[in-house]
């Protein structure tokens, strides 16, 4: 009878995951991924929209590129222009994220301060892959500076013109 009972509880936890997706997401595919990795989730969210599922930012948190407000979200669709209206029919298979350390880690590190000042605060690093329904993927690599955040599509390679703020409104920014 316990085993049930465990059975039950873990049973109620899996459909908890669902309140994760944000939007519109009636009708979202079992295999769709529901969450994101920590530490993703601590700033970004899967969104439902009408153009298939985004990972985009937490409430409480801006993705932009530097220089102007300009958004950024990851969509699931993965096309240049002209999403289709696929609802929920586009979404993610699998959203992996890895820590990097030592050499991998430093050599990210490089690649992102390119044009940049150095900074005293050695990030964490973490690298992500995203796999759409579509079968297509996408590689990023976010850097964690305590406070504040960073991100760079990293798809065959890392390109630090694509690097974008990830920001806390309920930080100030720094000195």
């Not at 009878?1 to 944000?22: S, T």
């Not at 430093?106 to 995203?130: H, L």
Request: aromatic content about 12%.
């Amino acid at each position: 009878m316990r085993k049930y009972l465990v059975l039950l509880i873990l049973g109620f936890f899996c459909l908890e995951g669902n309140a994760a997706l944000v939007g519109e997401c009636e009708g979202t595919p079992i295999d769709a991924v529901k969450e994101l990795p920590n530490p993703l989730s601590e700033w970004g969210v899967i969104a439902c929209t009408p153009y298939g599922h985004i990972i985009s930012n937490k409430e409480g948190w801006i993705w932009s590129n530097p220089g102007g407000y300009s958004p950024v979200m990851i969509p699931s669709q993965m096309v240049r222009s002209n999403p289709e209206a696929l609802g929920n029919k586009s979404y993610f298979k699998e959203i992996s994220l890895k820590e990097l350390r030592g050499e991998a880690a430093a050599s990210a590190i490089e690649v992102f301060r390119t044009g940049f000042d150095k900074s005293p605060e050695e990030p964490r690093v973490y690298s992500v892959k995203v796999v759409s329904v579509s079968g297509k993927e996408l590689g990023f690599q976010f850097f964690e500076f305590g406070d504040h955040h960073w991100g760079m599509w990293c798809n065959k390679k890392c390109n630090p013109d694509s690097r974008f703020m990830i920001l806390n409104m309920d930080k100030k920014p720094n000195k």
